[in-house]
């Protein structure tokens, strides 16, 4: 059975409702549901591939009746998480990116189980169902895996449960998270992508029926943002080393990091005179972006050199007038308040006319 496009789907939803209420109109209630019953979404942001085993392996794993070696072998688990009720064992290969990834990813999620242990969440996981009667994670893998290291597999907790699957997931992930400061920055960026994809989908829709596209306020309004926001993360996501640098790791605010992107655009403005960067501009910037956040040393084409003259001097009597006399105070026609002294052409071009006044006005050799 072939899953239907983004695009057929939303047209089903339109057919019920109209484009302001498609991300208003999603019922829900709280329940508790056993975890068991709950999938993780392999294709969202805040996922890490993670093999969910049952309590009674969990507890052979976790009394270290089990070595790292024969788990792989047993669960085919290279370059995987195994996570059950109090073992969370790294399977990723020892010191790669990947592995010290999954190791913050570990902390983190071993820091929330311990405080789902002694205390509810303020904000559960939210859920929605799937056609088998069980239910797949929306929003809150982090916290759902701190519920089955806690509680095990065979664990029930409580979940936000939305009564269907909502039009525009990724949107609605992005919406219910963009307030939270704990997710990491590549997780928001990523997660930002996503939703705007589906939204520039529900834009082309809305051209085509009502002759018009969504405006940026309507965009921003329906991710739950406010528009300068939007304007960081559109800026941040418009090129790939910048989210490729967050993905490795990197730590700079999203403030900052604006800044230098800003700083950068700006100058291949002024370098080529151009106010909107072409495709090969662009991906010029993006080398440079990456060499700057790795901290590679960028290449920096020389500046010319601005050169100041003053020509060649025969006459005695000129070259002390030039250096005991005011020349700005001459009559000379210059009109010093408009020469730009940073422009060594406008410099010289005046001081050439000042000469041409001295010998010409005191009768003096050059």
Known sequence: ??????????SAELNRMDFSKILVEQPYEYQSIFLNRIQ???????FFPAVIVSDQLAYQIATKRLSKAQLIKRLDCVDRVVIGKSCIVNCFNRGSVEWKKANVSIASIIELAANVSVSELIQVPTIYPLDDSNYQILTGHRRFFAMLYSNGIDG?????????????????????????????????LQAF???????????AMRQRAEGKNLTVREISSLLGISMGAFDNYNVLTRYPAVVEAYQNGNSTSFIAMKKIVVREEALVRKKTGQSVL???QKRS??????????????????SKKKRYRLGTIESAELMKVILTE???????????TTVDW????????????????LTSSRNLAQ
């Open 1 to 10: 059975m072939s899953i239907p496009s983004l695009e057929q789907q939303l």
């Open 40 to 46: 993780p979404d392999s294709k969202n942001a805040r």
């Open 156 to 188: 029930a907790a409580h979940f936000k449960v939305y009564r269907n699957k909502p039009s525009l997931p990724r949107t609605k992930q992005f919406q219910e998270n963009a307030s939270r400061e704990d997710l990491p920055q590549y997780g928001k």
């Open 193 to 203: 992508q996503e939703a705007r994809l589906e939204l520039e989908t529900l834009s």
């Open 278 to 280: 072409d495709v090969e």
């Open 285 to 302: 910037l993006n080398k440079r972006l990456a060499n700057i956040l790795s901290n590679t040393a960028v290449e920096e084409s020389p």
């Open 326 to 336: 005011n020349l700005l105070e001459l009559d000379s026609g210059v009109d010093w």
């Open 342 to 357: 940073a422009q060594p052409k406008a410099v010289n071009d005046a001081f050439e006319r000042v000469l041409s006044f």
